[in-house]
């Protein structure tokens, strides 16, 4: 997630506004937006833990694809 979408998606919500911007505030934003999309691949990882995948044979094939894809940003 870019910086520019994290701003974007605050603004959406209504928990920003340009002028908040300044200083620390988007280190903050940042920050807290990264754990929120660490939860969620975590949430979903769980899930695809109960599935096998057959053609890899390894029924934590999907679980580990979707907790790194946030190491490769």
């Known amino acids: 997630m ?7 998606m ?3 919500a209504g928990i920003i506004k340009p002028v908040l911007l300044l200083g620390n ?3 903050l934003l940042t920050a807290f937006a990264k754990l929120i999309a ?3 691949r975590e949430e979903c ?4 833990e109960n599935y096998e995948d057959y053609a890899k044979g390894d ?7 979707i907790r790194t ?3 490769h940003k």
């Open 2 to 8: 870019t910086n520019q979408e994290i701003i974007e």
């Open 10 to 12: 605050g603004m959406q």
């Open 25 to 27: 505030n988007l280190k």
């Open 38 to 40: 660490e939860k969620e």
């Open 45 to 48: 990882a769980k899930i695809c």
């Open 59 to 65: 029924t934590n094939y999907h679980a580990t694809l």
């Open 69 to 71: 894809r946030g190491d």
